[in-house]
């Protein structure tokens, strides 16, 4: 009850009501966004963008899914917008390159392995790879999903996570056995 009564208010401009709201949420998409552009000024710049956006187009929320559902969608694509302005996101791949529909689904690494670890080696990644891992494996997304947000195809988009995948376990695995940097 609280989120819509809330979200009501805002739609009225009730500025107590906005602040409440970012309040909120600001933490939980502030963490989103550093996944994404990896600095803390920048982090903040787009969460800023984001809840503006949010604010303005507060009339196009139905209610479909939670407000931090939505709301974390206009994060990421904010991000990956700011990603594209600094032109580190755009990499040319060969979308033909197919793979077994089992290897998209096997994430299984090494029981020692932290999670430390793995967050570190997802921060590494080149940022082409770096966006469809973090929207499949943190944020849930599907690959039709990340495809339309990120304006690439279904083909491109299984491609990059199993090779952002291949480049994890190859990494993890370096560092397991002391031959990683």
Known sequence: MFQSNVVEKCKANDRSA??????????????????FVKDADDAEDVLQEAFIKAFQKLDQFKGDVTFGAWLKRIVINKCIDFLKSKKEYLVSLDEGYMQNKDDDE????????????????????????????????????????????????????????????????????????????
Do not use: F, P
């Open 106 to 181: 096997n994430w299984n690494i090494e029981a020692t392995i932290t999670i430390d670890e793995v967050k570190k080696a997802i921060d590494n990644l080149q940022a082409t790879y770096r966006c469809v891992v973090l929207m499949y494996l943190i944020e849930g997304y599907d690959h039709q999903e990340i495809a339309q947000v990120l304006n690439i195809s279904e083909t491109a988009c299984r491609t990059r996570l199993l090779r952002g995948k291949a480049i994890l376990k190859e990494v993890l695995k370096a560092n397991r056995y002391g031959t990683g940097s």
């Open 18 to 35: 906005q602040v409440q709201l970012y309040r909120k949420y600001c933490e939980g998409m502030y963490i989103v966004a550093m996944r």
